[in-house]
């Protein structure tokens, strides 16, 4: 139907192989500009007078965004809800980075800036996020008051439920917005909106679950590897919090479920997670050139990243 027509037609605004040569042979800024002026990225950036690597980036990020609402706007369902989740992820990281803005005492209008268009809320909502108390209790009360109407409510709910047991809102509590405790919440999030995000795509079946689910076990994996590798030297390598929190935040979906999962949980060095990755040859992989190579000649974030595009180009 129409929707397909739109996404055929977007598909077709890519920039081709020749595009990209193209590019590469640019000395100069203006270069790119002309170089672009043909393709459906020109009209953002013809009209600037001087074009920066930011400005390029803000320009090709409105015209996503735009062709992405007005794609979502024509959707039917199960199409809208697919379309739904994607920017589920956004809204994490914008309330996520919200959050950190509380720790750090940053401008809100600084913060609401670098938000992703994608996944943004009302400004008042916004605005609001930022105010709460960076305790436990308020922590609640951005939930009860702000979030819960929201789409990713349910998830900090959940969130605020597995916590429940070992807050006490009466009394005085540990901050649940400390460095460490953030990502905890982060990671647990994203675990959440992932397994659901998995589920509703293995329900639609076909295509849909033949091309995603692989792709959401891609990044459900990517995840666990991270979590554990960016543990090292923090509270969650303990041996008390290993096998306990740093292990409840793997999603529980993905290649290394759960036979690898639970290797992962264990592991304590850079050498063991290398170790527990034997049985995967794809990560074993990417985790010797990771072990092997200094950080100027490899990135682990990067390597996942290509692994991904990959799939997403399948």
Known sequence: GFPEALVRGMRSGFLSDQDYHHLTQCDTLEDVKMNLAETDYGAGVLNEPTLTPLIMQERATEKLVTDFNYLRANAVEPLGKFMDFITYEYMIENVMLLLRGTISGRNVNELIAQCHPLGMFKESTMRTIPTFEANARGYAELYEVVLVDTPVGPYFQQYLDSIASGVSVAGDVRNVLEEVQIEILK?????????????????????????????????????????????????????????????????????????????????????????????????????????????????????FYRKEVHLCEL
Request: net charge negative; hydrophobic share 40%; proline share 6%.
């Open 187 to 303: 990671h647990s999030l994203m675990k959440l909106y992932l397994e659901d995000f998995y589920f509703f795509c293995k329900s639609l079946g076909g295509e849909t679950a033949e091309i995603m689910c692989p792709i959401l076990s891609a990044r459900a994996d990517r995840n666990a590897i991270n979590i554990t590798l960016n543990s090292f030297g923090t509270p969650l390598n303990d041996p008390t919090m290993r096998e306990t929190e740093r292990k409840n935040l793997y999603p529980s979906i993905g290649d290394l479920y759960p036979a690898g999962l639970e290797l992962l949980s264990k592991v304590d060095d850079d050498q063991k997670l290398g170790a527990a990755l034997n049985a995967f040859p794809i990560y074993r992989t990417i985790f010797d050139k990771f072990l092997n190579l200094s950080p100027d000649e490899f990135s682990i974030d990067d390597e």
